[in-house]
């Protein structure tokens, strides 16, 4: 059974850089696709970026060219480069496992300040 464990939210102001980290547990996080989703207050959860187990990549429109979504299965760590924040992009952003998503982390606040 696959745990997650987010880390890096925070508060940053527009413009900035935040990474986020999701570490997980078990032995098959190799072969599945990882990614994020993010829900911001009043608004549904969206999904963020995925990448496959061999690497490809996949990202909703509003954060192309902006975030960058990478893994290091050694450390069965998926991690999002999140760079030009926008206050837009303020949400709990919670790393998942599978496809379709089986295994959720808690979330990690992200909160961009104009």
């Known amino acids: 059974q696959v745990r997650l464990l987010e880390s890096g939210g925070g508060l940053v102001q527009a413009g900035g850089s935040l990474r986020l980290s999701c570490a997980a547990s078990?032995?098959?996080?190799?072969?599945?696709?990882a990614g994020w989703h993010r829900q911001a207050p009043g608004k549904q959860r969206e999904l963020v970026a995925f990448?496959?187990?061999?690497?490809?990549?996949n990202y909703t429109d509003s954060v192309k060219g902006r975030f960058t979504i990478s893994r290091d299965n050694a450390k069965k760590t998926v991690y999002l480069q999140m760079n030009s924040l926008k206050p837009e992009d303020t949400a709990v952003y919670y790393c998942?496992?599978?496809?379709?998503?089986?295994?959720w982390g808690q979330g990690t606040q992200v909160t961009v300040s104009s």
């Open positions: 998942y496992t599978g496809n379709p998503p089986r295994r």
């Open positions: 078990g032995s098959i996080f190799s072969v599945l696709t």
């Open positions: 990448i496959t187990s061999g690497g490809s990549t």
